[in-house]
Structures are given as C-alpha cells and as structure tokens.
C-alpha cells in the first residue's frame, strides 16, 4: 500500500517536472518568435560571433595544409655522376629511406631530368632547339640522374648533409660537377621553417583572440538584451516562479539562437571557402582539403557549430538572468 | 492574517529607519487601506510582507507562515500564496491577456485542463471576456490592470496586496479598479490596499492605517484622510 502510495506520487513528480519543461521550452519557443527585432539582433552577433570561430578554425587546418604543402615542394637534390650501376643506386635510394628525417626519396634517371627541363622550358624554343640539336647529335640525355629528397624537418637537413658526406658509397658515385643542392638552399630553407613555425604561432594567437573578442560580444549582446527584460524576470519572481522556472525559457532562446545561427554560419562560410577556393590556390593556399573534410563531415561540422553556439549563448544569458535573480 | 510585531528596517547605517518599530495586526478578510506620503514606508512595509527585504528586527508573520524559518527556497511558494497587484501592472508584454492570468497558475504546475477552466472564470470576474487574445499593449490602462488583478487572484489567494493599483489610471477606472478590489474581498480575500488617492479613500470607509515617518501615526476602523 505504501509502495503504491509512493509510486504514485513519484508518477506525479514525474509528470508535473515534464510538464514544466514543456512550458519552458514553449514560453523560450514564443519568446524567441515574439521578440523579433531582439532575436534578429541577438541571432546576426552569434552568426558573426561563429563566422569567426569557425572560420579560424578552418583556417588553422588550411594553413596546416599550405605549410605541408609548401614544404613537400622544396625537395632535395643529391646528383650522380653518370654510369652508375642501378644496383648502386638502389641501395643508396634504401640507404637514404632508412634515414629518420627523410620523408621520401625518388631516383630521377637523366632522361626523366631532362624531359622535365624540357617541360619547364617549353616557352624558350631557341634554348630547346639548340639543346635539341646537342641530344640529339650526342644521343643522350645533357642532365645527371638525382635523387629527389623530401626532408620531414627542414631544420635538421645537416643530418642529410653529414650523411651523405661520410658514406663511401655516394661519395664514390656523386656527381663532381654538380654538388648536391641542399648546400645551396639551406639558407632558403630554414628562413621558410622559421617563418612558418612563426605563422602557425601568430595564427593561432589571432585566433583565440578573434574567439575571445566574439564572446565577449556575444555576451554582452545577450546580456543587454536581458537587461531591458529585467522587470519581466522580477515579476516573474514576485508572483512566485521558481529561479529554475525563469532562467528555463532564457537557455530555450540561447540555444535557439545557437541553432539558427549555426545554420547561417556554417552554410556562409562553407560558400564563401568553396568561392574563393581557386582563386586562393593561385596564390599557392590550399583550400581543398578543408573543404573536402567540410563536404566529407557536414553534420559534424554544423552539430559543432550549434554546440558552440549554445554554449556561448546558454552561457551568457546564465551569467546575466543571475545578475537578475538576486532578492 | 498579517502580523508585524516591532518590525524595524533600516537600508544603511547613516540613514534614517524606513520602518521603526511598526506593529500591526490585519484580520483575515478584512480590507485595509495604508496611506501616507512618499518616503513615508508603505512600499517597504509591502515589500517586507513579499519577501523582496528582510527587516533588520521584529517579526513577521504571514497566513500562518514566520518569516523567521522562511529559507531562501521557499519564498517562491510563499509568493504563490499572496496575490500582488502593482501600480505599473508589471504584465508580461510578449504574453496574451490569457497567457498573463495562465502564468501564475503554470508557476505552480496545474496542469492544462485546470488552467483552461479557471482563467476563463477569472477573467470574466474582472469583466474582461472576449479579449483574451489580446497583448497589453492593446489595452487601456483600466483593463491591463484587470489583468494584473486577475493574475494575482487566480489562485484564489488568502491576502491581495495591491500597491498604488490606480496610481497610473484616470477616476472613473480609478474607482471600477477598486469596486473590483472590494468585490474579490467580499469573496474573503484579505485586501491590503496602498493608495494616495483621498476621494478613494474616503469613499470606501474602510480600516485606514496612516505611515509617517517609517511609524503608525493612526489606525482607524473606519478611517479617512487628509493629504
């Protein structure tokens, strides 16, 4: 009898606890719809308050991708005198695999190098025909076989450089007139390391502080917002809602001003990083991948996009209805 | 009903005492009129009774309940047993004349089939039928009053308090506000009304409690005033 009594009246708890949260969300739901001029306010700051996160963020991964890519193109040459067995070559091409700070290594026979030479210098015919006449009449390529080189750390390309120095094999086969490139380019190079260590770091200093400065007009935004409701929310106190029952239909708004925003902010920014994406590759940024993973990852990216917005809005409409809720 | 035994309250330490030492008994389902000028202490005597102040010293007791014990969560609940009724009207301004009066009721979780028989009830009482649908700023001043009146008698309270309700109204809705007062009285709801309106005042020949000076300068059965 007791336990039914108590099931009862856990029943009820239950159902008056529901019904509660449904007229939160509908008081929030009417509030958002009824306010137009506050919502289309509130819903443009955190649009543009998550253009920026979002946009930051993207572009962290697209300078990622632009440093990686400029860095697979500086490659390092090491050439080979000519006659070299290809078994010799094949082992040094190993040799050079096992280094750790190798990323890859690719044997250009002289024939490769010089069709590439050609291809680069298609425009300049008086050079190729006269290079042309020399192949022809000598019967062979006029450039070195190499081994094209990419370095995972450009700053330890020393260690490439000591280790071809020491090893008896490439020093039997290197080329004597034309010496490795790294030597050459090193100065080239380590500025290119130092400036894009450099870059990440200010570009991700530039972008906590665009995602601070958002927040904190978000928040302020919100919070005015409240401000001209305050006597609301002290009428709601003084005819006896709980605090729960004020703040409810606030965080209902928050979010919803999270979702719309998102929505806005993420089809925005996904045109915007589509439009400009071969204009900016002629510059050398790579766009692609970040709007292949946008395009691969939608519902990800747009389900982040509306958790960071409700949280930034839960958040500050929490801070300011409490500044409200004291007596 | 409302009980105020030595109740003092002072806002800061340099300042004169709002109230000093008031002591005040109301019967239940009597209509009590407070007047005195401003600054006098009627506000702060009503907002002591709401729970919005807390007197420096004395005691107070309200339908039963000691403030003293009262804690912080629990004013909610007492709030939902005293109606309130403000010079401003203090109405939901996104909310129909429906959804103000049905507030209090879905504060204190009735559910939707209570709700849609009582507010309709209610807000015939206070001769409103046929504008539910309306928001506040489609009323006139008399009837967004109404609708505050309706709000804080919904739950069929056991004390009205009603703060200047005819301050912002002109005297024909002035004295239908206060027929309506005394009307939700006669149903034994106690009334404790602020008002600087003498003609009212007078007219009603009511108890009339005058505040001077944060003290009880007359009590009388059957009170007038003077300004």
Do not use: C
């Not at chain 1, 030597?183 to 990440?200: P, R, S, W």
Request: proline share 3%; hydrophobic share 40%.
């Amino acid at each position: 009898m007791a336990k039914d009594a108590n099931n009862l009246k856990n029943n009820r708890q239950f159902r008056r606890r529901y019904m509660t949260f449904l007229r939160m969300v509908r008081y929030g739901v009417n509030n958002f719809s009824r306010n137009a001029w506050l919502t289309t306010a509130a819903t443009a700051v955190m649009t543009i308050t998550l253009i920026i996160i979002l946009t930051s963020y993207l572009m962290q991964h697209v300078f990622d991708d632009t440093i990686t890519s400029v860095r697979q193109k500086i490659d390092i040459s090491i050439y080979l005198k000519k006659g070299v067995s290809d078994s010799d070559i094949k082992t040094m091409q190993n040799n050079l695999e096992k280094q750790s700070n190798i990323e890859g290594v690719t044997y250009v026979t002289p024939e490769q190098a010089q069709k590439n030479y050609n291809k680069q210098n298609k425009d300049d015919t008086d050079l190729l025909k006269q290079l042309g006449v020399i192949e022809g009449s000598a019967g062979g390529s006029l450039l070195p076989g190499s081994f094209s080189v990419r370095v995972k750390d450009l700053g330890k390309i020393n260690e490439l450089k000591s280790y071809v120095d020491k090893n008896s094999l490439f020093q039997a086969n290197l080329n004597p007139d034309v010496a490795p490139s790294y030597g050459d380019k090193q100065g080239a190079i380590e500025n290119i390391a130092n400036t894009a260590v450099f870059a990440e770091r200010v570009g991700l200093f530039a972008s906590v502080l665009f995602v601070v400065i958002s927040s904190l007009i978000i928040f302020n935004t919100i919070r005015m917002a409240i401000f001209n409701r305050r006597e609301e929310i002290q009428m709601m106190k003084l005819i006896g809602a709980d605090r729960s029952f004020i703040r409810g239909p606030f965080i209902v708004e928050a979010v919803m001003y999270g979702f719309f925003a998102a929505l806005l902010a993420t089809g925005l920014v996904y045109t915007i990083m589509v439009l400009v994406q071969d204009k900016l590759s002629q510059y050398g940024v790579t766009v692609g991948p970040t709007v292949q993973i946008m395009q691969n990852y939608p519902g990800l990216i747009l389900l982040a996009t509306i958790v960071a917005g409700a949280v930034l809005g839960v958040a500050s409409s929490q801070l300011a209805v409490r500044r409200n809720l004291k007596v | 009903m409302i009980l105020l035994d030595r109740v003092t309250k002072v806002y800061s330490k340099d300042a004169k005492p709002a109230l000093n030492r008031v002591s005040l008994h109301i019967e239940p389902k009597e209509f009590v009129i407070l007047v005195g000028t401003s600054g006098a202490g009627k506000s702060t005597l009503l907002k002591l009774l709401t729970r919005e102040e807390k007197p420096t010293s004395g005691k107070i007791v309200v339908g039963g309940i000691d403030y003293d014990t009262l804690k912080d969560r629990q004013i909610p609940l007492l709030r939902r047993k005293i109606g309130t009724v403000f010079q401003d009207f203090k109405l939901l301004p996104q909310r129909t004349v429906f959804e103000n009066v049905a507030f209090a009721l879905e504060i204190a979780g009735m559910t939707n089939k209570e709700i849609k028989n009582t507010v309709p009830k209610v807000i015939e009482l206070v001769g409103l039928t046929g504008k539910e649908k309306q928001f506040p700023h489609q009323l006139s001043g008399g009837e967004r009053q109404r609708v505050a009146i309706a709000r804080a008698v919904v739950r069929q309270p056991k004390i009205l308090i009603a703060d200047e309700p005819t301050g912002n109204l002109d005297p024909r809705h002035s004295w239908d506000i206060v027929k309506l007062l005394e009307k939700i009285n006669r149903y034994g709801t106690t009334v404790l009304l602020t008002t600087h309106n003498v003609e009212i005042v007078n007219r009603l020949k009511r108890r009339v409690i005058t505040i001077d000076h944060g003290k009880i300068s007359s009590d009388q059965a059957v009170g007038s005033y003077k300004q």
